[in-house]
């Protein structure tokens, strides 16, 4: 499986870290915003080709793959563009700022039938497969979930405290993982609530954020998040089941005690990135859909584009 990977940043060196685990899998060409970047990046990964277009990538025929870390703003065109080129592609969390990009992407998908995967990392993490296994073997069944999604980003910088070229949302990407995690473990969300703070003067966004979820089964979910949190920082999960509560930080879960749980033992890696790449790979080697496939998240950003209209109204 030879694949190209597209915005060397911060996040995109976590998928290069995790393609090197996956056997049979080469990483070919790198694609970065600055050729510096690109060269030093393939370099590091062994990739025989770099470029700063996207399109040199596609050209390619040792590519039969491609990683999308680009911003978001590119996501939609560039997923559509890989499928054109005949390229099988994995696009980070978010798959689209809009409703109607998202759903021009799952028109390629199937028009082309070639494996189209979002980023929705969540679905991956060994805390969160945990939890779904039970869900499934009818063990628990989610009550409510609270859910703190905290940064401290006044600053257009991304995870690496450097300078972005682009700005970072907290509807758009960072509701996202929330939103498609709660349908995913309770049921289609059928009402949906959200208000959000000032807009900042600079960066052009709401740095404060509320939103509230109902899904299909009874379920609620109540979701904070902000750009102004002076730490901790990340994403915490509580699961309030009627058979436990339970408390998920990334890849980590502990009962509603603090007690550690092992999840050692729920996939072949503790690390929710690799096993997102894993899946990638594998849909592709098996001609199937994967877990996270834009028709399977594509509800979720039905959701983000209601709650766009009622913050706008």
């Known amino acids: 499986m030879r694949i190209a ?9 976590k998928h290069l870290d995790g393609l090197q685990k996956i056997d049979g899998v080469e990483i070919t060409s790198i694609i970065s915003r600055t050729a510096e970047q690109a060269a030093a990046i393939a370099e590091k990964y062994g990739a025989r080709h770099h470029s700063t277009e996207l399109a040199d990538a596609l050209a390619r025929d040792d590519v039969d793959a491609v990683i999308l870390c680009t911003p978001t703003q590119m996501h939609a065109a560039q997923a559509i563009a890989c499928m054109e080129a005949g390229k099988h592609v994995q696009v980070e969390i978010p798959l689209a700022d809009s409703w109607a990009d998202s759903q021009a992407v799952l028109a390629k998908q199937q028009e082309t039938g070639l494996v189209c995967m979002v980023g929705h990392t969540r679905r991956f993490n060994p805390s969160h497969q945990w939890v779904h296994h039970r869900i499934v073997a009818g063990e628990l069944a989610v009550q409510q979930m609270d859910v703190q999604t905290y940064f401290f980003r006044r600053k257009n910088i991304n995870a690496k405290g450097q300078p972005r070229s682009w700005t970072d949302h907290l509807l758009w990407h960072h509701a996202a993982h929330t939103v498609d995690l709660f349908a995913y473990q309770a049921g289609r969300i059928v009402q949906a609530h959200a208000v959000q703070g000032p807009i900042h003067p600079e960066l052009g966004i709401a740095m404060d954020m509320s939103i509230q979820l109902k899904s299909e089964s009874g379920a609620i979910c109540t979701l904070s998040l902000s750009f102004n949190n002076d730490g901790p920082l990340g994403t915490f999960f509580r699961y309030i089941c009627d058979n436990g509560t339970y408390i998920a930080r990334y890849d980590d879960l502990v009962n509603g005690k603090e007690e550690p749980i092992d999840v050692s033992q729920v996939d072949v890696s503790m690390n929710g990135i ?27 950003y039905r959701v983000l584009g209601q709650l766009e209209t009622q913050l706008a109204g």
Request: proline letters at 3%.
């Open 274 to 300: 690799e096993l997102q790449d894993r899946e990638f790979v594998s849909a592709i080697r098996e001609g199937r859909e994967p877990n996270s496939s834009v028709g399977k998240v594509l509800d979720c």
């Open 5 to 13: 990977l597209a915005g060397a940043g911060a996040f995109g060196e």
